[in-house]
């Protein structure tokens, strides 16, 4: 049996802020981010790894992306973060370059895990636009989190400024 911290049935029920998630975890995130600092998942396109434009998949010595994102949800739902305030979550970088990142929602608002940065940041401090992510009801499907009522290929902006 596996030694998990208790967590509420309705994950909903669980308090997901951000002071509760650091005081439970802190220190398994923080060692978490020196081993990738330190460079034990090396970066590392599908295409060199498996000879695929895409290949999903848990790292264990190299990755993309989306192989980090994979590796941070899994580590974080061992220590009983609920699912569904872990959102995989697809942006455009700065250089206008598709990336994915991992979501965590809380009642203190969405931060951002990201294999590029050390920090972890409140969506808005990233600099990213935001694509899309997946629905907290059902993983299986995505939400679009661009704005409907504005210009086709608009997208939420990080640190933009609304008029």
Not at 44 to 67: N, Q, R
Request: with cysteine.
């Amino acid at each position: 049996m596996e030694n998990k911290p208790n967590v509420a049935a309705d994950p909903g029920e669980m308090a997901k802020s951000l002071s509760q998630i650091a005081e439970r975890s802190q220190h398994l995130l923080n060692e978490y981010l020196e081993r990738q600092r330190e460079g034990k998942i090396a970066p590392m396109s599908d295409e060199e790894l498996y000879g695929k434009p895409e290949y999903w998949t848990i790292p264990t010595d190299a990755g993309d992306c989306e192989d980090y994102l994979l590796l941070k949800k899994h580590y974080l739902e061992g220590l009983g973060f609920p699912s569904d305030a872990l959102l995989i979550t697809v942006v455009l970088d700065e250089k206008l370059q598709g990336h994915a990142v991992l979501t965590i929602a809380t009642d203190k608002g969405d931060f951002v895990l990201d294999n590029r940065r050390n920090d972890v940041l409140r969506w808005s401090d990233t600099g990213y636009s935001f694509l899309k992510r997946q629905s907290a009801e059902d993983p299986r499907q995505w939400v679009s989190l661009t704005k409907k009522d504005s210009v086709a290929g608009q997208v939420v902006s990080a640190g933009a400024k609304t008029k």
